[in-house]
């Protein structure tokens, strides 16, 4: 009888740490390069940022898909660390960056001038996912995601006349919230390719590389 029940927990335990070994100490590290916009809270500050400063814009910013019309858009990066607590469920920190640039036209002193207006955001967070079945080579997930953004812009203004006007710097930082959906398809026990569709702030669209670290 006690053999039986040291064979039970003997089972127990190997299993459990089967496990453990295959979930629990699991790391995944993941990056790549995403789409954001331009949200409409970051406009409103652009634009009452410039009347604070006697720049009067002719039209609001408006910057589909987060890009400037008359600049080179820039890609989001991101990069992500998902650690497996329990079986399904794993929480991880995660780093994003954009910038987005536009110009804009606008009057000081009924006197018109031009302004190249530049917006980067750094965003960390936290996030917990739901894995609906991991196993070794497909993984399909949802989740969330809470951070905080910081945001740094600058605006350099300029008239037909050549002359400057000074540079002023702005900062407002915000919370976000992001809701989650992704797959990771793996290769082998290392390297894989995962990409994700979101709802919320810093990005919409990731897509990247991915690596399992044990």
């Known amino acids: 009888m006690q053999n039986l029940i040291l064979i039970a927990?003997?089972?127990?335990?190997?299993s459990y740490s089967t496990i453990a070994q295959k979930l629990h100490y699991e790391f995944i590290?993941?990056?790549?390069?995403?789409?954001?916009?331009?949200?409409?809270?970051?406009?409103l500050n652009i634009n009452s940022s410039l009347r604070e400063n006697g720049f009067n814009p002719l039209n609001s910013i408006q910057i589909p898909y987060g890009y400037?019309?008359?600049?080179?858009?820039?890609?989001?990066?991101?990069?992500?660390?998902?650690?497996?607590i329990?079986?399904?469920f794993s929480l991880g920190i995660a780093y994003a960056h954009v910038k987005f640039s536009t110009n804009q036209t606008g009057l000081i002193n009924d006197t018109l001038y031009h302004a190249k207006v530049s917006?980067?955001?750094?965003?960390?967070?936290?996030?917990?996912?739901y894995h609906f079945n991991p196993n070794e080579t497909f993984d399909v997930y949802t989740g969330g995601r809470i951070g905080y953004s910081v945001r740094r812009g600058n605006y350099?203004?300029?008239n037909d006349?050549?002359?400057?006007?000074?540079?002023?710097?702005?900062?407002?930082?915000?919370?976000?919230?992001?809701?989650i959906f992704g797959i990771r398809n793996y290769f082998n026990n290392f390297f894989g390719l995962n990409f994700e569709i979101c709802l919320g702030a810093p990005y919409f669209l990731n897509?990247?590389?991915?690596?399992?670290?044990?």
């Open 29 to 43: 590290l993941s990056g790549g390069f995403g789409f954001s916009v331009l949200t409409r809270s970051d406009r």
């Open 156 to 158: 350099e203004i300029t």
């Open 9 to 14: 927990i003997s089972s127990i335990v190997l």
């Open 207 to 214: 897509g990247g590389v991915c690596f399992k670290i044990r």
């Open 119 to 129: 917006l980067s955001k750094q965003n960390i967070g936290i996030r917990l996912l």
């Open 68 to 84: 400037g019309v008359t600049e080179i858009p820039y890609p989001l990066l991101n990069v992500q660390l998902d650690h497996t």
């Open 86 to 88: 329990i079986e399904r």
């Open 161 to 179: 006349f050549g002359d400057d006007k000074a540079v002023p710097l702005f900062a407002k930082n915000k919370g976000t919230l992001q809701f």
